[in-house]
């Protein structure tokens, strides 16, 4: 009885007790959802093969040279608005979906220092209202060189939010790796999200071959921090022809000052890559 009166109600006047019809999953579906899922492996595997850090732990050959890109961020300087705002900037070498990264520490660009002729707070406030803000970063982003990797260098500067974890895009700029080895050193436009101009980075660029026991030990004393694509180094670090460096000179107060120990490498002319 309870089974005949149930299926005597009218589905269309009470939707609630509508039998649902089975629910088919199409092959095609399937087959979209395990192609997702082997671009993003094949990406993972690309990207590992070519990761720097991941290359020189495989290597068994001290004396096996290697082909890096460093790329030196000097000297940032943003809008006003943008002061005490917490940052940090992600280098791309290679083309959307396909490159390699590297994220420099979080800073807080800050207004420059006031001049000395500035002697009234009324007028340093009106100078720091109007004054780009700024930093010196002098970080050091070392990739391994690609055949196959789109030569392409591209800057994205990054909010820092509440938690480290939340980021977003505030200001990005790119230039070809053929034209930053060209130029060595430049400055480029970062240009926000609406095509306004907020500011500019300046870089510089050398691509080297090194042998895998140099860079090793490089790395080490430059206290290289190791990611998951790249080393990111802080200070200037120079590659130049030779052997590693580690000397001492005498100050003129008499203190004894170490300077930034090179990369040892030679040189890649702008033809030979």
């Known amino acids: 009885l309870c089974s005949s009166r149930f299926n ?4 269309a006047r009470h939707p609630r007790f509508a039998i649902m019809e089975p629910v088919t999953i199409s092959a095609a579906a399937v087959g979209i959802a395990m192609a997702a899922g082997s671009v993003k492996t094949n990406s993972v595997q690309w990207m590992k093969g070519r990761a720097l850090p991941h290359v020189l732990a495989e290597c068994k050959d001290p004396d096996k040279r290697f082909r890096v890109v460093a790329v030196r961020i000097d000297h940032m300087e943003m809008a006003p608005e943008l002061r005490g705002e917490r940052m940090k900037i992600r280098v791309k070498y290679g083309a959307p979906g396909e490159n390699l990264r590297c994220d420099t520490g979080t800073f807080s660009p800050q207004s420059r220092a006031p001049s000395a002729a500035s002697r009234f707070v009324h007028r340093q406030q009106a100078q720091q209202s109007s004054t780009p803000v700024c930093i010196e970063l002098r970080s050091t982003c070392l990739f391994l ?7 392409i260098m591209r800057f994205v500067v990054r909010k820092v939010g509440l938690r480290s974890h939340s980021l977003h895009s505030l200001a990005k700029a790119s230039i070809s790796l053929a034209s930053l080895r060209e130029l060595g050193e430049t400055k480029l436009t970062l240009f926000g999200s609406s095509g306004r101009k907020v500011g500019n980075i300046s870089i510089a660029c050398e691509v080297s071959k090194l042998k895998q026991q140099e860079l ?3 790395l080490a004393q430059k206290s290289a921090s190791k990611q998951k694509h790249a080393y990111l180094m802080s200070g200037e670090v120079p590659i130049v022809e030779g052997e590693l460096v580690d000397e001492s000179s005498d100050s003129d107060d008499g203190f004894p000052s170490t300077p930034d120990p090179p990369l040892a490498g030679e040189p890649i002319l702008q033809h030979a890559a």
Do not use: A, N, Q
Request: aromatic share 0%; glycine share 14%.
């Open 8 to 11: 005597s109600i009218d589905s």
């Open 145 to 151: 060189l690609g055949k196959d990797v789109e030569p």
């Open 216 to 218: 090793v030990d490089g």
